[in-house]
């Protein structure tokens, strides 16, 4: 099969063997693969694929299954599924869990289907779960045109919240209030603290999904109401930052943060099981829909990862895989 390789940091078109898949394992003929940060910290040596994972980059696709392995029961040979994997995603063929292959909603294509697995379980595990998000509750999002912010959006508006957003320009801005946003603060203009706090009349909002880290923090905690939850996803602006402890304590605040893609096999079954039931009937309707910036073939990846470095886009990346 075609794959893509880091070779001194670039990203270059080779051949590999095609992987072996265990007994409870499916092996995926890739039709599209999600281009996501992580990808782009792993190809500069920041962010090693866990044990046991490939080395090959790509954390989602979607495809037809080709062949599964002798305990699998789930799904047969020649469904369309998404699936979540720890590496492995840039390639012709790519091996999945048989319960972390989502069955793609009929109304959704295939490079639709692989931009829905890494930014759904994300935003599900962690504003739904880890910071319990209810309704009519104020969602604060940094990045709020990223694949994460775009999905962050549409969930918390689809299940009644309300949503900030920050993003780097008007135009980005204006897309993510037409999909939803309550408001979007254009962070290059404006002072997103100050914002929030008139928006909120001061009382802050309740919940805060940040991607940005560094200084981020100290701010943040100035934009939140008492009781509020802070969830970090990412450190764009490094993992290091000074706060203060007194705010903490007065307003109760609750500071936490999460990782996907070392999480054990049983936690990513959850979150699945929770998207299927919950979520994956707001696809099917239309109520949530799939946002794509652009797509690239495969043997285009570096170009794929220039795009995300530059942040220009708006919504997923996606590979093509012919």
Request: aromatic fraction near 6%.
């Amino acid at each position: 099969m075609h794959a893509i390789e880091i070779t001194e940091g670039l990203l270059q078109l080779t051949e590999r063997p095609l992987p072996d898949y265990s007994e409870t394992e499916v092996l995926i003929k890739v039709a599209a693969a999600g281009v996501n940060r992580a990808d782009i910290m792993q190809r500069q040596g920041l962010y090693p694929p866990p044990k046991g994972a490939s080395d090959i980059l790509g954390l989602e696709v979607s495809g037809v299954i080709y062949a599964i392995g002798s305990k699998v029961s789930t799904v047969k040979v020649g469904d369309r599924v998404c699936a979540l994997l720890t590496g492995g995603a840039y390639a012709e063929y790519c091996i999945a869990d048989e319960t972390l292959c989502l069955t793609i909603p009929q109304n959704l294509d295939f490079i639709q289907a692989a931009s829905l697995p890494e930014a759904f379980f994300t935003v599900w595990s962690t504003i739904f779960n880890l910071a319990k998000i209810q309704k009519h509750e104020i969602l604060l999002v940094h990045g709020g045109s990223s694949g994460i912010g775009v999905t962050a959006i549409q969930l918390a508006k689809a299940f009644g919240m309300r949503v900030f957003i920050t993003a780097r320009s008007q135009e980005k801005c204006d897309f993510c209030l037409q999909l939803g946003a309550d408001a979007a603060i254009n962070y290059q203009e404006q002072d997103f603290v100050s914002e929030v706090k008139r928006l909120t009349n001061n009382n802050g909002v309740d919940v805060i999904l940040d991607m940005i880290g560094g200084d981020y923090l100290a701010r943040n905690l100035k934009c939140m109401a008492y009781d509020a939850r802070l969830v970090q996803i990412a450190i764009q602006k490094g993992y290091q930052a000074e706060i203060n402890m007194l705010a903490v304590m007065l307003k109760r605040l609750h500071i936490t943060g999460a990782t996907l893609r070392d999480r054990d096999l049983s936690f990513k079954q959850n979150i699945a099981q929770q998207l299927l039931q919950q979520v994956w009937p707001l696809l099917e309707k239309g109520t949530i829909v799939p946002v794509i910036d652009r797509t690239f073939p495969l043997a285009n990846a570096e170009q794929a990862h220039s795009l995300m470095e530059s942040s220009l886009h708006k919504g997923k990346i996606i590979l093509t895989v012919s």
